[in-house]
């Protein structure tokens, strides 16, 4: 599975978007990138993923570009309790390997 | 539709010790997928299990083992405890179909303390 990059930490204000960016250079044409978070000592929870096109739900935007190298999660409008870590996920389509490869991930802090 | 669920939600255990997590999957899926959180870190997966087959494996000795049930739901057996093992463990579930697209949710998980 290709190899993740994010930041470590990240601040933003509540009310305002927020942008999580994700490096994935290696990433292979049949590789999803999925997005997660986990708030304290919780189980990670999905948020969206995609392939080449952005996405959007409920939750969150993913812009991916064009040549998908890298992309951006954009929570619209941040909140208190969407302070958290956030993975950035590249997943194989082998079948016989479906695990999720977790890295670091980003802190994201909402400040009031 | 009821997510996945998991017991207990912690347990402490000592050193030599072994010990079974459950996890119930979320309706309508049939793999059971198990990862290890230390503390400060990101979930590692241990291994998988699709229509009561073990579907992959990571990293972990034979002394992780597992089951799944016909009704999808699974355990996770650790035997002979070491320290190291203190972790959350989290189950997730998907429904196993082709293409990458079967998102794994995840259960809160099970926080094990070894003494």
């Known amino acids: 599975d290709a190899k993740t990059t994010q930041p470590t930490s990240m601040d933003c204000a509540e009310g305002r978007a927020a942008n999580l960016p994700c490096n994935h250079s290696t990433i292979s044409g049949n590789e999803y990138v999925y997005w997660y978070r986990q708030i304290h000592s919780q189980g990670p929870q999905y948020i969206i993923h995609g392939l080449k096109n952005n996405e959007t739900n409920e939750m969150a935007s993913l812009i991916i570009t064009e040549d998908r190298k890298s992309s951006t999660l954009i929570l619209p409008h941040a909140t208190l309790r969407d302070t958290a870590v956030y993975y950035c996920i590249v997943r194989t389509r082998d079948t016989g390997r479906r695990a999720l490869t977790f890295g670091s991930g980003t802190r994201l802090q909402v400040q009031p | 539709e009821t997510g996945v669920t998991q017991s207990p939600t912690h347990l402490i255990k000592t050193r030599g010790q072994q010990v079974t997590l459950r996890c119930s999957s979320q309706?309508?899926?049939?793999?059971v997928s198990w990862y290890q959180q230390a503390l400060g870190q990101g979930p590692q997966f241990i291994f998988q299990y699709y229509r009561e087959e073990e579907n992959g494996r990571g990293n972990f000795p034979p002394r992780f083992s597992g089951l799944q049930f016909p009704n999808y739901s699974s355990e996770l057996n650790v035997n002979a405890l070491e320290l190291d093992d203190s972790a959350l463990y989290l189950c997730a579930s998907s429904s196993g179909t082709s293409g990458g697209g079967d998102t794994q949710y995840f259960g809160p998980g099970t926080r094990l303390t070894v003494l």
């Open positions: 309706s309508g899926h049939n793999t």
